[in-house]
Structures are given as C-alpha cells and as structure tokens.
C-alpha cells in the first residue's frame, strides 16, 4: 500500500535522499547538503508543493515536486511538475503513478487548471506512464535553455 501525504518540514531526513538520489539520476553530484538546503529554502520560501510517498512501512520512497507559475494566456496560474522520483528498488509498483494523480487531484483542489512537466526525450518509460495517465505531449512549443 502506498500512501501520499504532502511533505513537511519534519520530513526532511526522509526527503533530502530522495532529492539526491534524483539529481543522481540527471547525472549530477551526489550533494546531501546542498539536496537539503534546497528543499529548507522550498518550505520557507512556500513556493513548491511537496508530495512524499510512503510504503506499507512508511519509508519514504518517492516524491514530486510541484511550482506555481503565472500563465497570462490562459489567464491563471498553472503549475509545473518540475520534479518525480521513485527509488530504484520501489519502480513499478505504483508509486510514481500515486504522485502523479495525487499532483493532478492537489491541483484541482487548488482550482489550478492546467500541470506541465518535461522530461528527457529518451525517458520513454517516464513518457510511456505519463500517457497513460492522460498527460498529452505538448508538440506546439520547443524549450530553450540559455546560462545566465
């Protein structure tokens, strides 16, 4: 059984891993500290919505992170799935589906109308679960990234 809560500050040991092991897999540095620092910035700021995963033995073993972002054309604020992640050991049993429909159901309840999310182009199985759960692909806009 997988439960989903919103994440809280007291979870932070719990999260900071999970942080870490997702920018792992984006090939980053492992940084605890810096995984750590981010996310304390995230609850004092209140700019992200944190979702946790549990197990049947409430470990932590997934999260997603979602930010508010401002839409003029459509008018209304949607917001951006920027971050998933289930530990390797925990795929395929549910958890990144439960974070995703728990997203979508946080959002409506919010009276946001509309979540985004990317994700790397040869991340097909990402992609594969995300259809599945009724995520169109948006194929009208390109992403372009510049270094500040």
């Known amino acids: 059984m997988i439960t989903i809560s919103q994440a809280t500050r007291e979870q932070l040991d719990d999260l ?27 609850f ?9 995963a549990l197990d049947a033995d ?4 997934g999260f997603a992170q979602l930010f508010p972002v401002p839409s003029t ?4 604020s949607r917001w951006i799935l920027n971050d998933l992640f289930v530990t390797p050991e925990s795929r395929r049993e549910g958890a990144g589906s439960a974070l995703l429909e728990a997203a979508r159901e946080l959002a409506r309840s919010q ?11 040869e991340n097909s199985a990402a992609k ?3 259809e599945a759960l009724g995520w169109q692909r948006d194929a009208a ?5 510049v270094t500040a």
């Open 128 to 130: 594969s679960r995300y």
């Open 73 to 76: 054309t459509s008018l209304a």
């Open 44 to 52: 004092d700021k209140g700019d992200a919505h944190v979702l946790l």
């Open 58 to 61: 409430n470990r932590a073993i």
């Open 16 to 42: 900071v891993p999970l942080v870490d092991g997702y920018r792992q897999f984006y090939r980053q540095s492992s940084d605890p500290e810096g995984a750590r620092h981010f996310m304390e910035q995230r």
């Open 141 to 145: 806009f390109d992403t372009y990234l």
């Open 111 to 121: 009276g946001v109308p509309q979540l985004m999310l990317r994700t790397q182009v």
